[in-house]
């Protein structure tokens, strides 16, 4: 998959990061790890853009989905249910760490428009 940003944009950003998190909802309703990859693949795109790079949390976030992803090519594709278990919890925080910076840059977005 091909993920792009566009620089400049904090829109952009946000919008990435509301994929991210919608990839890691899949995940855990679905057991698909490939939406786990492709999470990982959304946020390396964004690492290149000022405004995520900015971000207090990201480089957490990045982490996370980088380890998320080595886990799950290393194991092929097959996890024990333990692993697997450890994979949804790490999940969750991705989404929680995802969540609040998506909610940061719409106080940004809120601030900026005077409201």
Known sequence: MSVSLRA???????????????????????????????????????????????????????????????????NGYNLSTIEHGLLAQQAVYAISRANILATGLEFRFKRARGG
């Open 8 to 74: 400049g944009g904090a829109r952009e950003v946000w919008k990435s990061l509301r994929e991210i998190i919608a990839d890691l909802r899949g995940f855990l309703e679905t057991d698909d790890y490939r939406l786990v990859v492709s999470a990982h693949e959304r946020c390396e795109a964004m690492a290149t853009v000022k405004e995520a790079a900015e971000l207090s949390g990201f480089k957490d976030l990045q982490a996370n989905l980088k380890q998320m992803r080595e886990k799950i090519e290393k």
